[in-house]
């Protein structure tokens, strides 16, 4: 039973597109991330929220936009994506704000 | 902004040698864990050190917490080919913080 879950795994696009990407926790955590994972694997922290608030926004583009409908999803929507922005996009979660993160195993992004 | 910064960066050694590890920074972290990431995996917690000077044990890996909480280190023992792969260390500000601070990683490789 797979505790931090992401989809899709792999995601081929083309620049200009938009796309989503879904998490799920079935951990009962109420804090949740998304991190972005570059080709140097140097792992940045975009957004937290917890229970539903957003905590945490990073100096992102507003081209990302989270979304938490309850404290088990947060989603992530991408307008207008741009060749940087591929990458690997990591959700995780914890059980209490900066602590020991459960992480999904990852939505592999490429712009074509 | 706080950094944390790993050595080495990349690491290759034979089956059943010893190693370490470090991650260090100008700050102080009110505690720090450690994860591994396989290929195609989320990094997955190993550990989590708090208290100053701290030293914890996970079968051959042994995790220690600087006197000042400004870094850490991780030694293992006897290397295995099953220890493969990038460790990352990440640090928390506060407490209360809801962030954790990545550091690059060191990618290890172990040789049969």
């Known amino acids: 039973d797979t505790a931090v879950s992401q989809t899709p795994k792999y995601l081929v696009t083309q620049m200009g597109n938009d796309k989503s990407i879904k998490c799920e926790q079935n951990?009962?955590?109420?804090?949740m991330y998304w991190y972005k994972q570059d080709s140097k694997k140097f792992l940045k922290i975009m957004f937290s929220?917890?229970?539903?608030?957003?905590?945490i926004n990073e100096t992102v583009p507003n081209r990302f936009s989270p979304k938490s409908p309850d404290k088990a999803h947060l989603n992530l929507h991408i307008n207008s994506l741009e060749l940087g922005d591929s990458a690997v996009y990591f959700c995780?979660?914890?059980?209490?704000?900066?602590?020991?993160?459960?992480f999904g195993d990852g939505t592999r992004l490429s712009i074509l | 902004t706080q950094l944390l910064e790993q050595s080495p960066q990349f690491l290759s050694i034979q089956e059943g040698e010893n190693l370490t590890v470090y991650c260090n920074s100008s700050?102080?972290?009110?505690?720090l864990q450690w994860y591994r990431q396989e290929p195609g995996e989320g990094p997955v917690l190993l550990v989590t050190?708090?208290?100053?000077?701290e030293v914890k044990k996970l079968k051959r890996l042994t995790f220690q917490f600087g006197d000042a909480r400004k870094d850490s280190s991780l030694h293992i023992t006897a290397a295995q080919p099953g220890d493969t792969g990038l460790y990352l260390c990440?640090?928390?500000?506060?407490?209360?913080?809801?962030?954790?601070?990545f550091g690059k990683g060191t990618k290890l490789s172990v040789i049969p």
């Open positions: 995780a979660s914890s059980q209490v704000g900066g602590g020991p993160q459960h």
């Open positions: 050190v708090v208290t100053g000077g």
């Open positions: 990440a640090g928390r500000a506060g407490a209360g913080s809801y962030q954790l601070t």
């Open positions: 700050s102080v972290f009110s505690s």
């Open positions: 951990l009962g955590h109420d804090t």
């Open positions: 929220y917890n229970n539903k608030e957003l905590i």
